[in-house]
T-cell receptor, first 115, second 105 residues
Framework: GAVVSQHPSRVICKSGTSVKIECRSLDFQATTMFWYRQFPKQSLMLMATSNEGSKATYEQGVEKDKFLINHASLTLSTLTVTSAHPEDSSFYIC???????????FGSGTRLTVV | RKEVEQDPGPFNVPEGATVAFNCTYS??????FFWYRQDCRKEPKLLMSVYSSGNEDGRFTAQLNRASQYISLLIRDSKLSDSATYLCVVNDMRFGAGTRLTVKP
């Protein structure tokens, strides 16, 4: 089946630094990638949708300059949390979609802690 | 109004019970509907898609009511392993808040 590899699975960083999260589709081409954030005991909140080769579409209230998304190829999308602050600590997860495969495949998530 | 809303939960049921969750959506033009299951600190996994005519997969039955704009998930003969958070998803991967289910011995 379709697999999305997400790295790192866990990261601790200092306040003010930037963190890059990668999602790779291993055996299919992901035309669209969704990025989510999930706080404890809350649902997944869609942050942005990216299509390969074009700019990401951000949800209302999500700062595009803080959460940089790059979807440069059909197998790789990255989310960079810039100038991270403790309130950015959360579970970040990607989901890939391709027209060739029905449904959506999730990465295993990244637990970010900003200290 | 939120795009997708779910029963608040939590649901605590004994083994063997039948439990049903509902999820309402606000966009009448919505075309695709899914139920996902999420275990604690893990990524969501697709449980089943929801078709217009309703569909069944073993102990799980999903239904769509377009007139009232809601989807439902019915779990029969619940098992301990069914304990998880169930999320409904509408259209462009917009998730409901999730309903937590705990099945007890």
């Amino acid at each position: 089946g379709a697999v999305v590899s997400q790295h790192p699975s866990r990261v601790i960083c200092k306040s003010g630094t930037s963190v890059k999260i990668e999602c790779r589709s291993l055996d299919f081409q992901a035309t669209t990638m969704f990025w989510y954030r999930q706080f404890p005991k809350q649902s997944l909140m869609l942050m942005a949708t990216s299509n390969e080769g074009s700019k990401a579409t951000y949800e209302q209230g999500v700062e595009k300059d803080k959460f940089l998304i790059n979807h440069a190829s059909l197998t790789l999308s990255t989310l960079t949390v810039t100038s991270a602050h403790p309130e950015d600590s959360s579970f970040y997860i990607c989901s890939a979609h391709t027209r060739d495969i029905y449904g959506y495949t999730f990465g295993s998530g990244t637990r970010l802690t900003v200290v | 109004r939120k795009e997708v809303e779910q029963d608040p939960g939590p649901f605590n049921v004994p083994e063997g019970a039948t439990v049903a969750f509902n999820c309402t959506y606000s966009n009448s033009a919505s075309q695709s509907f899914f139920w996902y299951r999420q275990d604690c600190r893990k990524e969501p996994k697709l449980l089943m898609s929801v078709y217009s005519s309703g569909n069944e997969d073993g102990r799980f039955t999903a239904q769509l009511n377009r007139a009232s704009q809601y989807i439902s998930l019915l779990i029969r003969d619940s098992k301990l392993s069914d304990s998880a958070t169930y999320l409904c998803v509408v259209n462009d991967m917009r998730f409901g808040a999730g309903t937590r289910l705990t099945v007890k011995p």
